[in-house]
Nanobody
Framework: QVHLVESGGGLVQAGGSLRLSCATSGRTVRDYAMGWFRQAPGKEREFVAAKNWSGRTTYYADSVKGRFTISRDNAKNTMYLQMNSLKPEDTAVYYC???????????????????WGQGTQVTVSS
């Protein structure tokens, strides 16, 4: 069992930056494949970025590629999402997720993840 807690969301102007954190408890981040998803009002939850179980492979949604960076600190049991050059269309609730599945590929669908955080709101004003 693992407990995930996101933080770092807030209100920012277009072009600004935020760093989201996902703290884990129960087990270490190195035991899981981990990812970030987001959900805007009236839309389905969508994939943003993720690392595979080993942490060696990373994958980003096309909409955030080049602007967002996912990372993890095994010593702190924390995953991060650095978001730069934010756009109004990035406004959403951001969720971190963890999967016990041991695959070399990156997991990009919600159904592949076993654990979810409560979400943190990111609002980008134009």
């Amino acid at each position: 069992q693992v407990h995930l807690v996101e933080s770092g969301g807030g209100l920012v102007q277009a072009g600004g930056s935020l760093r989201l954190s996902c703290a884990t408890s129960g087990r270490t981040v190195r035991d899981y494949a981990m990812g970030w998803f987001r959900q805007a009002p009236g839309k389905e939850r969508e994939f943003v970025a993720a690392k595979n179980w080993s942490g060696r492979t990373t994958y980003y949604a096309d909409s955030v590629k080049g602007r967002f960076t996912i990372s993890r600190d095994n010593a702190k049991n924390t995953m991060y999402l650095q978001m730069n050059s934010l756009k109004p269309e990035d406004t959403a609730v951001y969720y971190c997720a963890a999967s016990v599945s041991i695959y070399t590929r990156v997991l990009v669908t919600t159904g592949e993840y076993n654990y979810w955080g409560q979400g943190t709101q990111v609002t980008v004003s134009s």
